[in-house]
C-alpha cells in the first residue's frame, strides 16, 4: 500500500518560511511527476507546484520567485521551499504524486492528507 506522508506545515508571519517535506512509502516500482497542491476556504484546490522526476518544475504565477520545488528522487522525497510568505497563501497543502506500485502494477495518483500553511499579516 502506498502512502504519503506530509509534514512542515505551521503558523507563521508575513514575510517568513517555510519548508514542506513529502515522502512516498510502501511498496513502489517508480514515481513520476510529485507535486504541490493547494485549497483554501470555499475554494477549489489548485496546483501549486510540480516536478519530474528529471526536475523540471512548474510553478503557479503567484509563487514564482517565492517557493522553490526539489525533489531526492533516492527518498522518493518532494520539498517546497516557502519564502516571502504573504496571507493570502494560507491553506491546506496536499502533496500529490504519479506513482507505479507494485500491486496493482498501475500508474496512479496518490495524494497526502494535507498539512495546514497559515500565514498571518
Known amino acids: 500500500q502506498v502512502q504519503l506522508e506530509e509534514s512542515g506545515g505551521g503558523l507563521v508571519q508575513a514575510g517568513g518560511s517555510l519548508r514542506l517535506s513529502c515522502t512516498a512509502s510502501?511498496?513502489?516500482?517508480?514515481?513520476?511527476?510529485m507535486g504541490w497542491y493547494r485549497q483554501a476556504p470555499g475554494e477549489q484546490r489548485g496546483m501549486v507546484a510540480s516536478?519530474?522526476?528529471?526536475?523540471?518544475?512548474i510553478y503557479t504565477d503567484s509563487v514564482k520567485g517565492r517557493f522553490t520545488i526539489s525533489r531526492d528522487n533516492a527518498k522518493n522525497t518532494v520539498y517546497l521551499q516557502m519564502n516571502s510568505l504573504k496571507p493570502e497563501d494560507t491553506a491546506v497543502y496536499y502533496c500529490?504524486?504519479?506513482?507505479?506500485?507494485?500491486?496493482?502494477?498501475?500508474?496512479?495518483?496518490?495524494w497526502g492528507q494535507g498539512t495546514q500553511v497559515t500565514v498571518s499579516s
Open positions: 516536478i519530474t522526476r528529471g526536475h523540471i518544475t
Open positions: 500529490n504524486a504519479n506513482i507505479l506500485p507494485r500491486k496493482p502494477l498501475v500508474w496512479g495518483d496518490y
Open positions: 510502501g511498496s513502489i516500482v517508480g514515481v513520476n511527476t
